[in-house]
């Protein structure tokens, strides 16, 4: 179903468009950092630059779930609202898990973090890097079984009524996963190879940050593939039983 997925993307001209959209507007970011940091008119534009990027997402995200099933439209006002309920939910999400996980780095980060003060150059021990990456992957493991039935039922009550029937297919499970961990990878491997100047310059290196950069200007794309699995799947299972 990917491919009759990104069948659906690519017709769609808006997404295009506004894909590109974005990736000039990273090119503004990227370009602005340092007179950012400068202050001023300057930094007041570069914070206007992000909240449209960060528009951009927003808007390409409505664009793709508006027509995943035509027989149901969705109006930007239900979207929007969904996304602020998502955001509440979002963030009480990470305060839990930011206090489930104090315990075991509250003392030593409060440690680096002084001593970063005092020595700026100071590199994350050994043992903050395997924790993070190791974090940021079961994270996103269950973020993106989460997420993807939200989207799909576009309510937060409804999705978490939901999610229990959706967790217990495994096709629904590769769908989700698949796209996470293909975009995982190339982050892991820059954080492997970050210490090793030789090999951030290198071609290796460079192809990488490629990759990465891709993934950011596509990342909603690929990430709402597990939504239209979902949308699609409903809609056929419908029609089947309509018809029997």
């Not at 970063?116 to 100071?122: D, L, M």
Request: aromatic content about 14%; cysteine-free.
């Amino acid at each position: 179903m990917f491919k009759e997925y990104l069948q659906y993307v690519l017709s769609r001209g808006q997404i295009r468009f506004i894909v590109l959209v974005r990736s000039v507007l990273f090119l503004l970011v990227f370009s602005a950092i340092p007179a950012m940091q400068a202050g001023g008119a300057v930094a007041l534009g570069g914070v206007l630059i992000i909240l449209g990027l960060l528009g951009t997402y927003v808007v390409n995200g409505f664009v793709i779930r508006s027509g995943m099933d035509p027989e149901k439209p969705i109006e930007f006002s239900k979207y929007f609202i969904f996304l602020l309920t998502l955001a509440l939910f979002l963030i009480l999400f990470f305060l839990v898990v930011a206090r489930l996980i104090e315990p075991f780095l509250g003392t030593q980060l409060q440690e680096f973090l002084k001593k970063q003060s005092a020595e700026p150059s100071t590199p994350l021990p050994a043992e903050f890097v395997r924790f993070y990456l190791i974090f940021a992957f079961v994270l996103g493991l269950v973020l993106h079984l989460i997420l993807p039935v939200l989207f799909a039922k576009l309510s937060l009550i409804q999705g978490l009524k939901e999610l229990p029937n959706s967790v217990k297919r495994s096709d629904y499970i590769v769908a989700a996963w698949t796209p996470f961990v293909i975009m995982f990878v190339p982050d892991l491997l820059v954080s492997l190879i970050s210490n090793s100047e030789e090999m951030m310059v290198s071609i290796f290196g460079q192809v990488l940050l490629i990759v990465i950069f891709f993934f950011m200007l596509t990342s909603d794309i690929f990430l709402q593939y597990p939504t239209y699995y979902l949308v699609r799947t409903e809609k056929k299972t419908a029609e089947g039983s309509d018809n029997v």
